[in-house]
């Protein structure tokens, strides 16, 4: 499967979203992954819960920290399942008015770079969550099928 991943700055709320491009994949052309979700039914995943990450401003643009490094943030949104399909939407929307004033020596210094960064880790959670999901599906794909139909003569 494929996505794309878009942002947008309006009114001072800040707004990532990743919807549904295609199917196809490594390996494997648009019909082959239609059928293999047919098959196995398309993943689920959860668009709530914790998000958490660590991150750091380079040149001005907020970019994960490695581990152990960068400013921490993290928040809470509430449980929603959906099934990751052609119609699938995940969007995460925060205002500045929303965002409490950073402190003094803060990396994320703004409440533009901490919206930035909010929006960036809703992002990678998402992002691997459907990774995972995906690959839980991918995994129950068996070679059952190759070389069928098969000819035989007694």
Request: net charge negative.
């Amino acid at each position: 499967m494929n996505f794309t991943i878009s942002r947008d700055i309006q009114d001072k709320v800040f707004t990532t979203k990743i919807q549904f491009k295609s199917l196809g994949r490594a390996g494997l052309d648009a019909e082959e992954e239609r059928k293999i979700y047919e098959d196995f039914h398309y993943p689920v995943i959860d668009l709530g819960g914790e998000f958490k990450g660590s991150f750091d401003v380079v040149d001005g643009k907020v970019v994960v920290a490695e581990e152990g490094q960068g400013q921490e943030i993290s928040f809470v949104l509430n449980s929603k399942k959906v099934e990751v399909n052609e119609k699938f939407v995940a969007e995460y929307q925060i205002s500045l008015e929303k965002i409490k004033d950073p402190s003094d020596g803060d990396i994320l210094n703004t409440k533009s770079l901490i919206a930035e960064a909010r929006c960036l880790l809703f992002e990678k959670v998402i992002e691997t969550r459907i990774a995972k999901a995906i690959e839980d599906i991918m995994s129950k794909v068996s070679k059952f099928e190759d070389g069928y139909p098969r000819d035989i003569m007694l």
